[in-house]
């Protein structure tokens, strides 16, 4: 990695958390957004799906922050260079065949002590907050369909049930991992949930 790389990695990841955050959300509205219909229709094709993104990466990540903080640890949102830019990237194009990624940042834990059940539990935060936020979506879309808050409503919910899944998929260094080798029946659980309301 050449030093210009690293200068970039460590500007980045010492962004202040509501910037971090501006800019995660941007990589993973970027899905959604639809260049077509801006000028026609700027609201649904920039403004919700903005906005939909920040209420699916914000309460997430602080999700996980506070579950940390709980424990006594050092917890922020931090955003990566090189996780941003893929994510970006990755979501351009996913946005032509319906693939949506989040690789931009993550919520640093510094513990003095970081055993499996604090992990789990931290980790468990951050794809709750999303199921949660889900539901909400659903019954707002109920309650309001066929109008411009019925779709925002519609947003929220499938941003989020995708945010879930993505994140419960039990490998790498998604939380579904973390949250599997703490307790297999409550990831078990929940990346159904995510999964039915995602794709079902």
């Given at each position: 990695m050449?030093?210009?790389?690293?200068?970039?990695?460590?500007?980045?990841?010492?962004?202040?958390?509501?910037?971090?955050?501006?800019?995660a959300a941007l990589s993973l509205a970027v899905a959604y957004i639809r260049p077509t219909s801006i000028?026609?229709?700027p609201i649904g094709s920039i403004i919700i799906p903005y906005v939909v993104a920040l209420l699916a990466?914000?309460?997430h990540e602080i999700g996980h922050r506070q579950?940390?903080?709980?424990?006594?640890c050092f917890s922020r949102f931090t955003l990566s260079f090189s996780g941003f830019w893929t994510t970006l990237i990755l979501n351009i194009i996913g946005s032509f065949v319906g693939i949506l990624v989040f690789f931009s940042?993550?919520?640093?834990?510094?513990?003095?002590?970081?055993?499996?059940?604090?992990?789990?539990k931290t980790a468990l935060a951050g794809p709750l907050t999303n199921i949660i936020l889900g539901f909400v979506g659903l019954?707002?879309?109920?309650?309001?369909?066929?109008?411009?808050?019925?779709?925002?409503?519609?947003e929220l919910a499938r941003f989020n049930f995708w945010v879930a899944f993505f994140n419960l998929l039990p490998f790498w260094v998604l939380d579904g991992l973390k949250?599997?080798?703490?307790?297999?029946?409550?990831?078990?659980?929940l990346i159904f949930i995510a999964f039915a309301l995602t794709f079902l």
């Open positions: 050449s030093w210009d790389i690293r200068y970039l990695e460590w500007r980045f990841a010492n962004l202040n958390e509501i910037t971090s955050f501006l800019l000028l026609s229709d990466i914000i309460p579950a940390a903080r709980r424990y006594g940042g993550y919520t640093s834990i510094s513990c003095g002590f970081l055993n499996r059940d604090v992990e789990g019954i707002g879309a109920s309650l309001v369909p066929f109008s411009l808050v019925g779709l925002f409503f519609s949250i599997f080798r703490w307790n297999m029946i409550v990831w078990a659980v």
